[in-house]
């Protein structure tokens, strides 16, 4: 017991106190890897304190990986890193330079004294699921993409609500969590908007939409644009087999797709931002001169990495709309 003090009129929590005795005990090497903490119980009649104080402060040090706990037995020494003061949990639905952007402005931004993890779901529930379960408990932020994934809330709802960050995707069933996220059906409704007067030499706007990982907001935007402005358009689920046909403009999602319809192009001798055109999603430092330049409706995701960190730093509670932006190049 001699590890813990607490003293009354110190102006600090006393959880916090309890924290600190325990990070000043292992800096001092009182406490060793593999050492037991004094029970909770022991910690309580000592220093007349509620189970809930003390089980709060052992919780705090589980989450950032200092100890552990054994069911029936106690509180154990797991790390003498007592410099980590979050450990954060963060899950992305796969690894493509846009999550790349975010991961490292997020790292850049976030500050020292703070380890992050990185998982990746790639767009499976099952897989979704045991990532948040197996690390439900041992990390102080969890960060999470949802990405369009059914039967995934019951899931996030058993972690603590107050250390859930939604991230890139939320719909009404998250609404309780702070989030910074894309509005992709406003994004790509206002990014045709703004490249309208361009969009009229071209007879019909093709829109190449799998629907498997993009978000169904892009979608609805694009149609709600089209029909709103009397553009004739069309929706495909793959470019495979398509002829490109003199007035079309194509909006990609998927950078393969991207690809695709520049060589289909370059095979028929067609001439992109006259013959037809090309507005792709997602800004990359290569669209800037591929082709003389892809036009691009995007979301900052640099930006978006920031605004993250910042709301881990601060603790803000809310859902923070993240700026996209149309670019004009060649290829319209």
Same mark, same amino acid.
């Given at each position: ?7 009354? &009129? ?14 000043? @005990?292992?800096? /001092? ?16 009649? @000592? ?5 809930? %104080? ?34 954060? =949990?963060?899950?992305?639905? /796969? #690894? ?7 991961? &490292? ?17 790639? =767009?499976?529930?099952?897989? =979704? ?17 949802? %990405? ?48 309208? +007067?361009? #969009? ?5 706007? $093709?829109?190449?939409?799998?629907? *498997? ?11 709600? *644009? ?10 495909? %689920? ?6 490109? @046909? ?18 289909? @192009?370059?095979?028929? &001798?067609?001439?992109?931002? %006259?013959? *037809? ?16 330049? $892809? ?5 900052? =995701? ?14 803000? &509670? ?5 700026? +996209? ?5 060649? +290829?319209?």
């Amino acid at each position: 017991m001699s590890i813990i003090s607490i003293q009354n &009129n110190l102006g600090l929590p006393k959880y916090k106190q309890i924290i600190l005795s325990v990070e000043k @005990a292992i800096d /001092e090497e009182k406490l060793k890897k593999g050492d037991r903490l004094p029970s909770v119980n022991k910690v309580c009649l @000592a220093f007349s304190l509620s189970r809930d %104080t003390v089980l709060q402060a052992y919780d705090e040090l589980k989450k950032r990986g200092i100890i552990y706990a054994i069911p029936g037995k106690g509180y154990y020494v797991k790390s003498v890193e007592t410099s980590i003061k979050q450990k954060i =949990f963060l899950l992305f639905d /796969e #690894l493509n330079i846009f999550k790349e952007d975010i991961y &490292n402005s997020f790292l850049k931004s976030i500050g020292k004294n703070v380890q992050v993890d990185i998982f990746f779901h790639h =767009f499976n529930v099952p897989v =979704f699921k045991k990532l948040i379960n197996d690390s439900n408990g041992n990390y102080t932020k969890y960060i999470i993409m949802p %990405t369009n994934l059914t039967g995934i809330i019951e899931t996030i709802k058993t972690l603590p609500v107050n250390e859930v960050i939604i991230l890139d995707q939320t719909n009404a069933d998250l609404k309780m969590y702070p989030a910074i996220y894309q509005n992709h059906q406003k994004d790509i409704f206002e990014g045709l908007l703004k490249g309208k +007067s361009r #969009l009229g030499k071209y007879k019909k706007l $093709i829109l190449i939409f799998p629907g *498997f990982r993009e978000p169904l907001g892009m979608k609805t935007g694009f149609e709600n *644009f089209c029909a709103g402005h009397n553009f004739d358009y069309e929706i495909i %689920t793959q470019f495979t087999d398509h002829v490109i @046909a003199i007035g079309d403009l194509y909006v990609i999602p998927n950078d393969r797709d991207l690809v695709g319809v520049i060589e289909e @192009a370059r095979n028929h &001798n067609l001439k992109l931002g %006259t013959d *037809f055109g090309i507005i792709s999603y997602n800004e990359t430092p290569l669209k800037k001169v591929v082709a003389q330049g $892809i036009t691009t409706i995007s979301t900052h =995701f640099e930006a978006m990495g920031k605004i993250l960190a910042e709301m881990v730093i601060k603790g803000k &509670n809310e859902q923070i709309e993240n700026k +996209s932006s149309l670019i004009m190049r060649n +290829s319209l």
